[in-house]
């Protein structure tokens, strides 16, 4: 099983930026997904959620209306597109992915650093 992250790095304020997270391993159409971030001393923080078919979204409020996640089942994999970046939105981010049904399975990816700054 492998969950990974990628497309972080440092972009200005005002900036975009779209964090890809590739999944194997495991029946990706079986798995909601979400995004997480976390900053040093702080708890990790749930940024988004996304129904396995891709109908339903979820969106942390300090993010609403910036970042859009999306998924593609046959690709097995989800996005974060993260725009009007602030630096307030500096932190690793996360892939997540949990499985509902009985067993409830729960993997995660390993982080890519997103940095906002000028």
């Known amino acids: 099983v492998q969950v990974v992250e990628s497309g972080g790095g440092l972009v200005q304020p005002g900036g975009s930026l779209r964090l890809s997270c590739a999944a194997s391993?495991?029946?990706?159409?079986?798995?909601?997904m979400h995004w997480y971030r976390q900053t040093p001393g702080k708890e990790r923080e749930l940024v988004a959620t996304?129904?396995?078919?891709?109908?339903?979204?979820y969106y942390a409020d300090s993010v609403k209306g910036r970042f859009t996640i999306s998924r593609d089942n046959a690709k097995k994999t989800v996005s974060l597109q993260m725009d009007s970046l602030k630096p307030e939105d500096t932190a690793v981010y996360y892939c997540?992915?949990?499985?509902?049904?009985?067993?409830?399975?729960?993997?995660w990816g390993q982080g890519t650093q997103v940095t906002v700054s000028s």
């Open positions: 997540r992915a949990i499985f509902l049904g009985f067993g409830g399975t729960d993997y």
């Open positions: 391993g495991f029946t990706f159409s079986n798995y909601v």
């Open positions: 996304i129904s396995t078919g891709g109908s339903s979204t």
